[in-house]
């Protein structure tokens, strides 16, 4: 296809008539959908791209924005929410997922809808919405239904599903319908179809990750992708023989939520791993399609092609967020081109509709497990370009080790123990995951410019990953029923101590008696919380007989029905999810610990990277720009601004995007672990982004902030 700029010189460039056809041609070559005066769909369009044209706010007029509007929500806790603009109106979600509207110029609610039936604490990151004339819908998920609300009124849609919702099980093996599922990233639209993400449980009981598209109108279920291939289906010898039949294995889920092409008809889905994360013993291979960038047919769900980035996942290696669909200028061609960030701190980037690498990727030789039962892939992908934009583990010396911290030799010592090779699989001794479970990349995703510049945050944070045996048969067998429940399905994160891990967002159980009330953590159990996967499987008695282990008060007489519960037993499980910190909370690995980073994916290049944010008791030191952990991506606008909170200092910023330049600051009344959205209404640009703190032991908070110039 000719470039644009090759058919507008053939247009007569200097009458009102060629000006309008160069407008009209471009329109029509181009597959970005810029969000214009709205923002209309998550994270900004269907390229995923974070992306504005508007231009009022600019590097120069920065520094005076001041808060136009804040909506205080009814609860408080972590949002995760990009909210959407369109016509005016904002639609959002609060922290116990109750969906909202509000005018977008003055913050004032319009309606505001809660499931009735259940108080949810979760993290959804937004809404989708479908117009076709005046029959107007927001999608969006609460536990495991989806549901369909009248936009203007906040009012479930009765002919859709069962009273205005359909339960995301809907399709799923009959082994699976009492599994843990929830949706917190908005879906997928095309057409008269919207393509639903899922999370699942990460552990060997996980629901099959099945990709599958609903209609908006009906509910009904119209296709779907099984990322477990079933037999005579592409990549079935991947697995372990009838490992779709979900008895042993699951997952390999799209969480992040996806990109598409419109045009082409091509939407694209990043996968994460199968279940367990960690030990891999039950699913000996290749692992198809866990890990993989799918490009499906969105009419049918039939895959184009795919690429996997992590063969036989077990390290957690999710691809972490939707891939960024851009046009870009090599060799002299223009191509139209799909980026995926990932965990690693890779960039890989391919062909949009061939799905060919655009720069060379290596199979790169990693070491093997010395688990009994495991089999770890011989090789690993790596881009040849970009280079990373997170440090790697194999480059990790002691020099690396924190220079601020005051048991740096024991930080030292504890190092020298570690595996931390590349792609070192989990161990007994313990190996050293860097970038951490939490990226590299993450949810927040890329933001991309029309001109192919990629711009994505990255967190530093090293995680120690050690296996163990899981508990011996006596132990067990000694155990109580509500014990037993335990140790099988909340010690791989809570600890079998029941300590839990703060600094990991992993609370203690220890003493909860005194801060809840059973009903309270049975609703819990049932439901989730936040990250936290909800345990749908276990039946009333052995909920019952887990809390009351965890206060203290269990009868031997629940012993009957709550010790029939059997997980899938594997040979180990992992000590939980730790970070590599010193003695005072900071990470063991020195800074920078969070990086915002430029890359020109027409070469692979970095046009730059800077530190993004501040430890505050370093700063108190005097310490600067060490950069912190972050949570969120960024927005970018044609007027040469990106826009970016996402740090644990509370504060939102504003770079220059053609140097990293830190033009504007200000601290919000809560850390923004989201995405930001920017939009017009009534004749003023605004910039909004949800407040809710609670990460990484930050303030709770329950505001939407907007900012916009004064007038």
């Not at 107007?136 to 479930?156: D, F, S």
């Not at 067998?477 to 703060?502: F, M, Q, W």
């Not at 944010?613 to 600067?624: C, D």
């Not at 606008?637 to 939102?652: E, P, Q, V, Y």
Request: with cysteine; glycine share 10%; net charge neutral.
């Amino acid at each position: 296809m000719p470039s644009t700029a090759c058919i507008m010189k053939r247009i007569l460039p200097f009458s009102l008539l060629g000006l309008l056809i160069c407008v009209l041609v471009a329109f029509l070559l181009t597959d970005v959908e810029p969000a214009g005066d709205d923002w209309p769909e998550y994270l900004g369009g269907p390229d995923r791209n974070h992306y504005s044209t508007l231009t009022d706010i600019g590097p120069d007029n920065v520094t005076k924005l001041k808060i136009a509007w804040r909506y205080f929500t009814p609860d408080s806790g972590q949002m995760q929410v990009s909210p959407i603009v369109i016509d005016g109106v904002l639609y959002g979600v609060t922290s116990s997922v109750q969906a909202f509207a509000l005018n977008a110029a003055t913050g004032k609610e319009i309606w505001r809808f809660g499931d009735p039936l259940k108080s949810w604490e979760s993290t959804s990151r937004g809404v989708t919405y479908w117009r076709d004339g005046e029959d107007q819908r927001i999608l969006y998920t609460v536990g495991p239904n989806l549901w369909a609300l009248n936009a203007k009124t906040g009012k479930p849609i009765s002919s859709f599903g069962d009273g205005g919702k359909v339960d995301l099980h809907t399709g799923l093996p009959e082994v699976s319908q009492k599994k843990s599922i929830v949706s917190n990233t908005p879906g997928t639209l095309f057409e008269d179809l919207i393509i639903m993400p899922l999370r699942l449980s990460e552990g060997a009981d996980a629901a099959p990750g099945d990709i599958r598209a609903f209609n908006v109108r009906t509910g009904k279920l119209e296709w779907t992708f099984h990322t477990i291939p079933y037999p005579g289906e592409y990549g079935y010898k991947t697995f372990p023989k009838d490992a779709y039949k979900n008895t042993y294995t699951g997952a390999a889920n799209n969480w992040a939520g996806m990109s598409i092409d419109r045009k082409r008809g091509i939407v694209y889905v990043p996968t994460g791993s199968a279940g367990f994360d960690f030990y891999g013993g039950n699913r000996k291979g290749q692992n198809l399609f866990a890990n993989c960038l799918l490009a499906l047919d969105a009419r049918t769900g039939k895959r184009i092609w795919h690429y996997q980035t992590t063969h036989h996942d077990i390290w957690d290696r999710d691809l972490p967020a939707p891939p960024n669909l851009v046009t870009l200028q090599m060799g002299g061609k223009t191509i139209d081109a799909v980026a995926q960030i990932s965990k690693q701190g890779f960039v890989f980037v391919f062909d949009r509709v061939t799905g060919k690498p655009l720069f060379p990727i290596n199979e790169v030789p990693v070491a093997p497990s010395d688990l009994k039962g495991e089999k770890a892939w011989k090789t690993q992908p790596v881009p040849s370009l970009p280079l990373p934009y997170a440090r790697q583990s194999n480059a990790l010396t002691e020099n690396d080790i924190n220079p601020h911290s005051e048991n740096r030799e024991e930080l030292l010592q504890r190092f020298r123990t570690y595996k931390k090779g590349f792609y070192d699989p989990p161990s007994k001794q313990g190996t050293i995951i860097f970038p951490g479970f939490d990226g590299g990349g993450e949810w927040g995703g890329a933001a991309a410019d029309p001109d192919g510049i990629l711009y994505v945050n990255s967190n530093e944070m090293a995680w120690i990953l050690t296996m163990v045996d899981k508990p011996a048969a006596t132990q067990m067998a000694n155990a109580s029923p509500g014990e037993r429940i335990y140790l099988t399905t909340c010690a791989s994160c809570h600890g079998v101590d029941r300590k839990g891990n703060p600094q990991s967002n992993f609370p203690s159980l220890v003493g909860i008696e005194k801060k809840r009330d059973k009903g309270y953590v049975t609703q819990i159990i049932t439901a989730g919380k936040g990250m936290m996967p909800g345990f749908t499987a276990l039946s009333a008695e052995q909920k019952q007989a887990l809390v009351a282990y965890l206060f203290g008060d269990e009868k031997k007489e629940m012993g009957a029905a709550a010790g029939t519960y059997k997980p899938v037993q594997l040979p180990y499980t992992i000590t939980g999810y730790n970070k590599f910190l010193d003695n005072k909370g900071l990470p063991a690995i020195g800074p920078p610990w969070g990086t915002l980073n430029a890359i020109n994916l027409n070469t692979g290049e970095y046009l730059w990277q800077v530190p993004l944010g501040e430890e505050p008791a370093l700063v108190a030191k005097g310490i600067r720009n060490t950069g912190v952990e972050n949570y969120g991506g960024p927005v970018i606008t044609a007027s040469g601004l990106l826009f970016i909170a996402a740090t644990k200092d509370g504060m939102f910023r504003a770079f220059d995007k053609r140097t990293g330049e830190v033009l504007w600051e200000t601290k919000l009344p809560a850390a923004s672990f989201a995405t930001p959205a920017t939009y017009m209404a009534d004749g003023k640009q605004y910039i909004v982004l949800a407040c809710g703190g609670t990460k990484l032991g930050t303030p709770k908070g329950n505001q939407y902030v907007a900012f916009a110039l004064p007038d």
